[in-house]
Structures are given as C-alpha cells and as structure tokens.
C-alpha cells in the first residue's frame, strides 16, 4: 500500500507542478484571513525567501522565479482590494497581456524579501501594476517589473466600479511607463503587420 501512495505521489510530482498549486493554495488562505485593503491603489507586499528549490546553477534564485512569484503577488494583492470576487462575479478574466523585469542585484539562498505590489493605472482594456523585490536585508530593490494585465469580457472601469461603488479617474501615467505602453502597441502592429493582418483589416 506504501508504496502504491509513493508512486502515485511520484507521477504527481512528475506529471504537475505540484509546489505551484500549493503555493496558490498557501497564498489564498493567507489573503483570506488578512484584513481587506479597500483603496485598490494601495501598495501591498507579500512576504517570500529563497528556497533551495528557486535556486540556478550559480546559487541565486533564477529568473523564471521571479515572473512566478509575481504571479502569487499579482492574486494576493487581488484578493485583499475585491478585485479577484469582483471579477469572477462580473464573469471577467484577467490575463497577463505583457510584462517586463529589470534585475538589479541577485537574492541569494536564505535571502528574505518582500513582494511590494500596486495598480499603476489603467486604460479600456487592461490594468498597468508595478511589483518590486525588495530585499529585507537592506531594503534595496533587487528587481523591478511592469505588468499589463488584460482584462477579458469586462472592462477595468467595470471591475472598478463594482468594488469600489463609483467611478475612479485613472491617475496620471508615469513616463516610464507611457514609454513601455508605447514599446507594446509598436510591438503589437508590427506583429500585425508581419503576418498580413493590417491588410486584411482594411
């Protein structure tokens, strides 16, 4: 019976990717029970460390980890401020559309770090966030990264008007990220353009 569990949980572990349900899993309850942020342009952190299994060859934590535990940070901060509910009432999904990081200076193992988190602004189609690895040893900023998060069947306006029960103005863009928004859109018709898809939309 031992070892019919074992080798079931060894084609789990071979089959998904186990550690990132249960890190959801662990990121929910913890939303769950904390205190609602009512201003969905509050900055939010989450809190995180490196782990052996985060770790490359060269014994910092790996790129690809840093997009991941932005995801847990993008829901986390989602669940506090109403805007994952108020989606899924609204039968909205958001998806990453874009996104961008700049790595700074490596986290090391054992190296504790927070997660800070907030909603840039928006447009018709999708929500602009921020999200810095902030390094609890010094506090410096280890990685910063730029997400659009398109929103699908609704609208951002939609979904902020239905958390926070009126209209908010979207506020003003920082340069930074009117130049990324711009990369984006010069990416996008050229893409478009590329496959024949400009032409076939005259």
Same mark, same amino acid.
């Not at 019919?4 to 769950?32: E, S």
């Not at 996104?99 to 447009?123: C, H, M, N, P, Q």
């Given at each position: 019976?031992?070892?019919?569990?074992?080798?079931?949980?060894?084609?789990?572990?071979?089959?998904?990717?186990?550690?990132?349900?249960?890190?959801?899993?662990?990121?929910?309850?913890?939303?769950?029970?904390?205190?609602?942020?009512?201003?969905?342009?509050?900055?939010?952190?989450?809190?995180?460390?490196?782990?052996?299994?985060?770790?490359?060859?060269?014994?910092?934590?790996?790129?690809?980890?840093?997009?991941?535990?932005?995801?847990? #940070?993008?829901?986390?901060? %989602?669940? =506090?401020?109403?805007? &994952?509910?108020?989606?899924?009432?609204? @039968?909205? *999904?958001? $998806?990453?559309? #874009?996104?961008?990081?700049? %790595?700074? =200076?490596?986290?090391? &193992?054992?190296?504790?770090?927070?997660? @800070?988190? *907030?909603? $840039?602004?928006?447009?018709?189609?999708?929500? %602009?966030?921020?999200?810095?690895?902030?390094?609890?040893?010094?506090?410096?900023?280890?990685?910063?990264?730029?997400?659009?998060?398109?929103?699908?069947?609704?609208?951002?306006?939609?979904?902020?008007?239905?958390?926070?029960?009126?209209?908010?103005?979207?506020?003003?863009?920082?340069?930074?990220?009117?130049?990324?928004?711009?990369?984006?859109?010069?990416?996008?018709?050229?893409?478009?353009?590329?496959?024949?898809?400009?032409?076939?939309?005259?």
């Amino acid at each position: 019976m031992m070892l019919l569990v074992l080798v079931a949980l060894l084609l789990l572990f071979c089959t998904l990717d186990v550690w990132y349900f249960l890190r959801g899993a662990q990121v929910f309850i913890q939303a769950w029970f904390q205190p609602r942020i009512w201003d969905i342009l509050a900055e939010q952190s989450i809190d995180g460390m490196v782990l052996p299994h985060d770790l490359d060859y060269m014994g910092h934590m790996n790129n690809s980890r840093y997009l991941r535990e932005c995801d847990f #940070a993008r829901f986390h901060h %989602y669940m =506090r401020n109403g805007m &994952f509910m108020a989606s899924c009432k609204l @039968r909205a *999904k958001m $998806v990453v559309g #874009a996104s961008t990081i700049r %790595y700074r =200076r490596s986290l090391a &193992f054992r190296e504790a770090f927070e997660i @800070r988190t *907030k909603v $840039v602004g928006w447009d018709e189609k999708a929500f %602009y966030l921020e999200q810095r690895f902030v390094s609890k040893k010094d506090g410096f900023v280890s990685a910063v990264m730029l997400c659009r998060q398109n929103v699908v069947r609704c609208s951002p306006e939609t979904i902020i008007e239905f958390v926070c029960k009126k209209k908010l103005e979207c506020p003003e863009l920082p340069e930074d990220l009117k130049h990324w928004i711009g990369f984006i859109s010069a990416s996008s018709q050229a893409l478009r353009a590329e496959s024949g898809l400009e032409e076939k939309n005259k």
